[in-house]
């Protein structure tokens, strides 16, 4: 096995790993930073939600990863098989590599075996899931060609990447029954594992308003285990009385289970709920104080979301730079930033409409705008469909947003 050295090591090459790289290699020497990423693309997961609702080509979301490497990076192209902060050090299916600092951005595991049917499932015309470039197209055909019936949205118990995405694709479902005149003989059902329909009162208000308004029926707190797709039956357990219901469906997008990734929940930097345990102001581990992480993979108790990503990343490279150079504690004063849990979801809830959530760790409002972003607005709409995409691929992953 082959060994190597580096002064920062970036594990994972997702919007976490590309950012980070991109300012770090603005102050540290060329040759001093490596990047760990096995895939040859780089996919704009937000753009999504709208390819599968038919406004978005899947061509815009993706660009070669070669593409975003920033000068001076090296690319290990390659996976992580085991994370050893003791020995500062760790494999990939090639390599051992050594690090002087280790900056965990492995991103969040998509457990489409957590549902009992469901990767059969999906290989069928009527169950897709945008959580996947694989099925995002196939979404909105499902949608397209639908012609009645019930239509199934579903959103898991667990942390999930952009938690507003699996009820935005059922708005604009639910807009394009309407333009097919299909509405009146279908029913749009959604159905979650947790209690509440978003976090934060004020937004969540704005969102029942437009549920009840659209006539979309909700069960809260009933977890999908298990989908059959050739009888076209999902099981649920309902969280209050521990029952099994069986529910009937023509349709069904399916937001799948999520998990911290193996080779994180499998290593000591992991804390009790298997993601890397993190400071969650400073970014800083808890126990190892040359590892960072942010982004998905981190346990920071914020909504995993690209703007999350956005804000912890200038935190992350101000107090990683400090603690190289011994600026954490002097004179008892400390030079590391503080991330307050910023965070941002979009919530598309139609053609040309949109809700822009933005609050922190309290879920405090934290809004960018001078207006009320709990009103469905068509200029937020096209901020999200056409400038942070730009923003993202100009800005973000260039270091300079």
Same mark, same amino acid.
């Given at each position: 096995?082959?060994?190597?050295?580096?002064?920062?090591?970036?594990?994972?090459?997702?919007?976490?790993?590309?950012?980070?790289?991109?300012?770090?290699?603005?102050?540290?020497?060329?040759?001093?930073?490596?990047?760990?990423?096995?895939?040859?693309?780089?996919?704009?997961?937000?753009?999504?939600?709208?390819?599968?609702?038919?406004?978005?080509?899947?061509?815009?979301?993706?660009?070669?990863?070669?593409?975003?490497?920033?000068?001076?990076?090296?690319?290990?192209?390659?996976?992580?098989?085991?994370?050893?902060?003791?020995?500062?050090?760790?494999?990939?299916?090639?390599?051992?590599?050594?690090?002087?600092?280790?900056?965990?951005?492995?991103?969040?595991?998509?457990?489409?075996?957590?549902?009992?049917?469901?990767?059969?499932?999906?290989?069928?015309?009527?169950?897709?899931?945008?959580?996947?470039?694989?099925?995002?197209?196939?979404?909105?055909?499902?949608?397209?060609?639908?012609?009645?019936?019930?239509?199934?949205?579903?959103?898991?118990?667990?942390?999930?990447?952009?938690?507003?995405?699996?009820?935005?694709?059922?708005?604009?479902?639910?807009?394009?029954?309407?333009?097919?005149?299909?509405?009146?003989?279908?029913?749009?059902?959604?159905?979650?594992?947790?209690?509440?329909?978003?976090?934060?009162?004020? #937004?969540?208000?704005?969102?029942?308003?437009?549920?009840?308004?659209?006539?979309?029926?909700?069960?809260?707190?009933?977890?999908?285990?298990?989908?059959?797709?050739?009888?076209?039956?999902?099981?649920?357990?309902?969280?209050?009385?521990?029952?099994?219901?069986?529910?009937?469906?023509?349709?069904?997008?399916?937001?799948?289970?999520?998990?911290?990734?193996?080779?994180?929940?499998?290593?000591?930097?992991?804390?009790?709920?298997?993601?890397?345990?993190?400071?969650?102001?400073?970014?800083?581990?808890?126990?190892?104080?040359?590892?960072?992480?942010?982004?998905?993979?981190?346990?920071?108790?914020?909504?995993?979301?690209?703007?999350?990503?956005?804000?912890?990343?200038?935190?992350?490279?101000?107090?990683?730079?400090?603690?190289?150079?011994?600026?954490?504690?002097?004179?008892?004063?400390?030079?590391?930033?503080?991330?307050?849990? #910023?965070?941002?979801?979009?919530?598309?809830?139609?053609?040309?409409?949109?809700?822009?959530?933005?609050?922190?760790?309290?879920?405090?409002?934290?809004?960018?705008?001078?207006?009320?972003?709990?009103?469905?607005?068509?200029?937020? #709409?096209?901020?999200?469909?056409?400038?942070?995409?730009?923003?993202?691929?100009?800005?973000?992953?260039?270091?300079?947003?």
């Amino acid at each position: 096995m082959a060994k190597q050295h580096f002064k920062v090591l970036i594990a994972g090459g997702g919007t976490a790993g590309i950012c980070v790289a991109a300012r770090l290699a603005r102050q540290l020497p060329v040759g001093s930073i490596a990047l760990v990423e096995p895939a040859a693309t780089h996919w704009y997961q937000p753009l999504f939600t709208l390819v599968g609702g038919g406004a978005a080509s899947l061509s815009e979301a993706s660009r070669p990863m070669s593409s975003l490497i920033p000068d001076g990076v090296t690319w290990i192209r390659d996976s992580v098989t085991a994370i050893e902060p003791e020995q500062n050090k760790i494999n990939t299916t090639r390599d051992e590599i050594t690090y002087d600092y280790l900056v965990v951005a492995l991103g969040i595991k998509v457990d489409w075996a957590g549902i009992q049917g469901l990767q059969e499932a999906l290989t069928t015309d009527h169950v897709s899931s945008n959580y996947s470039e694989k099925y995002a197209e196939k979404t909105w055909r499902m949608i397209d060609t639908f012609k009645g019936g019930t239509a199934l949205f579903t959103f898991p118990g667990t942390p999930v990447k952009c938690a507003g995405a699996p009820q935005k694709i059922m708005y604009l479902a639910e807009e394009t029954f309407r333009r097919h005149n299909v509405r009146s003989n279908s029913k749009v059902l959604f159905t979650s594992a947790i209690d509440k329909i978003f976090t934060v009162k004020k #937004y969540a208000d704005s969102l029942w308003k437009i549920i009840n308004e659209r006539n979309i029926e909700v069960k809260l707190r009933h977890e999908l285990v298990a989908i059959d797709a050739r009888n076209k039956v999902a099981t649920y357990k309902n969280l209050d009385d521990q029952t099994q219901i069986e529910v009937s469906f023509d349709i069904a997008h399916v937001t799948p289970p999520m998990t911290a990734p193996d080779v994180v929940r499998a290593s000591k930097i992991a804390g009790p709920t298997g993601f890397a345990e993190v400071d969650k102001h400073s970014l800083r581990h808890v126990r190892y104080g040359n590892v960072f992480a942010l982004g998905d993979a981190s346990n920071l108790p914020t909504s995993k979301t690209g703007a999350a990503i956005r804000k912890q990343v200038p935190v992350l490279v101000n107090n990683l730079i400090a603690v190289m150079n011994r600026l954490d504690s002097k004179d008892g004063i400390s030079s590391l930033k503080k991330y307050d849990g #910023y965070t941002s979801c979009p919530l598309v809830t139609g053609y040309g409409k949109l809700i822009l959530a933005e609050f922190d760790y309290d879920l405090n409002l934290n809004e960018t705008f001078p207006f009320d972003q709990s009103k469905e607005r068509a200029s937020m #709409y096209y901020l999200k469909r056409y400038a942070l995409p730009q923003l993202y691929w100009h800005g973000m992953l260039r270091g300079r947003a």
